[in-house]
């Protein structure tokens, strides 16, 4: 069984900053791409950043410069670093990847966290 597991969110004022992690665990063959969502109350859940397998990233334009996504391929980790943080930027982030393995290759969700930015 694969398993995607969130963890760094919290409380943060506005204009600071946060990194956010997501490791994938189990039986798996290979990661293909992965990627950062956010949901905020209300709304439907966004893509906020991705990342290839060969480590090419793509950025919602809210947050261009100010968010960072990278991985380590050996650990089976995602992150997102998130400077300048705003108000805006409050929501439950997910991770999500496209995980082969002996079952097939799929989409996975992680738990999600949650990120406040107050201001």
């Known amino acids: 069984q694969v398993q995607l597991v969130e963890s760094g969110g919290g409380l943060v004022q506005a204009g600071g900053s946060l990194r956010l992690s997501c490791v994938a665990s189990g039986r798996i063959f290979s990661i293909n791409a992965m990627n950062w969502y956010r949901q905020a109350p209300g709304k439907q859940r966004e893509l906020v950043a991705g990342?290839?397998?060969?480590?090419?990233?793509n950025y919602a334009d809210s947050v261009k410069g100010r968010f960072t996504i990278s991985r380590d391929n050996a650990k089976n980790t995602v992150y997102l670093q998130m400077n300048g943080l705003k108000p805006e930027d409050t929501a439950v982030y997910f991770c999500n990847a496209d995980i082969s393995n002996a079952l097939g290759r799929r989409w996975y969700w992680g738990q999600g966290t949650q990120v406040t930015v107050s201001s």
């Open positions: 990342i290839t397998s060969s480590g090419s990233p």
